[in-house]
């Protein structure tokens, strides 16, 4: 029978323009944050990470935007490139010892 | 700096057989946390050990999986015996605590015939 699996959300972005993508996370005492890139074939690795007493962050062409009111992280890639092109997912830790979760992920594909 | 080192890279057992994933954290990493990625149900954390201690094994799917961390520098994650369902790709992480994000190793991908 037809395998079902984890429907990741996709977006699709042509080549030298930005990408967004979204996380909602579930827990208001949620402190710390982080975005993943997971290529295929390899595990996930760090991006950006954001603390809760702030709203925004940058590194190299990407920034993180936290926003606590609606539970709302946000990963902008700016000037988008095939190589950026990976399931990225958005973590949370709550605090509690070193756990943190993961979302289910966003694929990026990147066009020519 | 080698990061976390996971072996083997790639397991192919029959069902029934004893599997043991290996994981080598990085040095000073005091948080090691094995993890399970399938397409059915993405990332699941299995159990986690602070300084060598199991703090969190509620991941774990059921008693045929078991690990340990002897030392700082070494865990295993042992299936036995091992079923077609447990086929996953099995990915280590590290942190050096809490606030600080997790270093992932390149995962084993485990098929079991």
């Known amino acids: 029978g037809e395998s079902v699996g984890l429907h990741l959300p996709t977006l699709s972005v042509q080549e030298g323009d930005n990408s967004i993508i979204n996380c909602a996370y579930s827990?208001?005492?949620?402190?710390?944050f982080i975005w993943y890139k997971q290529e295929s074939g390899k595990g996930p690795q760090f991006i950006i990470d954001i603390r809760s007493n702030m709203d925004k962050r940058q590194g190299q062409r990407v920034t993180v935007l936290l926003n606590k009111t609606v539970k709302h992280l946000s990963l902008q890639i700016a000037a988008t490139q095939p190589g950026d092109s990976a399931v990225y997912f958005c973590a949370e830790n709550t605090g509690t010892a070193s756990k943190l979760t993961f979302g289910t992920g966003t694929r990026l594909q990147v066009t020519l | 700096d080698a990061g976390v080192i996971q072996s083997p890279r790639h397991e192919v057992t029959e069902m029934g057989q004893e599997v043991t994933l290996r994981c080598k954290p990085i040095?000073?990493?005091?948080?090691l946390f094995w993890y399970r990625q399938t397409m059915m149900r993405g990332l699941e954390l299995l159990i986690y050990?602070?300084?060598?201690?199991?703090?969190?094994d509620s991941g774990m799917p059921e008693d045929r999986f078991s690990a340990k961390m002897p030392n700082a520098s070494f865990s295993t994650l042992k299936i036995q015996p091992s079923e077609p369902r447990d086929s996953a790709v099995y990915f280590c992480?590290?942190?050096?605590?809490?606030?600080?994000?997790?270093?992932f190793g390149s995962g084993t991908r485990l098929t079991v015939v």
């Open positions: 040095s000073g990493h005091n948080s």
């Open positions: 827990n208001s005492a949620s402190d710390y």
């Open positions: 992480a590290t942190s050096r605590g809490q606030d600080y994000g997790y270093t």
């Open positions: 050990f602070n300084n060598n201690v199991p703090i969190d």
